[in-house]
Nanobody, 115 residues
Framework: QVQLVESGGGLVQAGGSLRLSCAAS????????MAWFRQAPGKEREFVAS??????NYADSVKGRFTISRDNAKNTMYLQMNSLKPEDTAVYYC??????????WGQGTQVTVSS
């Protein structure tokens, strides 16, 4: 069983930055694909970025502005978000994928970008 806890959300002005963290429990963290998803009000949850041993992937909407990283020694994943836009406003979730699908999810952290 894996537990994920996000932190670092908040209110920021457009053009600003935030850094999200996702702390994971469990001994297999380094072997999991980890990802960030987000869900805006009235919209479906969408993929933001993922990272595993082979590299990282990003949604087109965040490429060049967001950077995903992980510290396996600390069982922690990060999302550095720069040049934030109002359309980035959402609840951000971290997720872990031990196999073919994302099985473990955090409770989410709110990011609000004001214009």
């Amino acid at each position: 069983q894996v537990q994920l806890v996000e932190s670092g959300g908040g209110l920021v002005q457009a053009g600003g930055s935030l850094r999200l963290s996702c702390a994971a429990s469990g001994r297999s963290f380094s072997s999991y694909t980890m990802a960030w998803f987000r869900q805006a009000p009235g919209k479906e949850r969408e993929f933001v970025a993922s990272i595993n041993w082979s590299g990282s992937n990003y949604a087109d909407s965040v490429k060049g502005r967001f950077t995903i990283s992980r510290d396996n020694a600390k069982n922690t994943m990060y999302l550095q978000m720069n040049s934030l836009k109002p359309e980035d406003t959402a609840v951000y979730y971290c997720a872990a994928r031990p196999g073919l699908r994302y099985e473990y999810w955090g409770q989410g952290t709110q990011v609000t970008v004001s214009s």
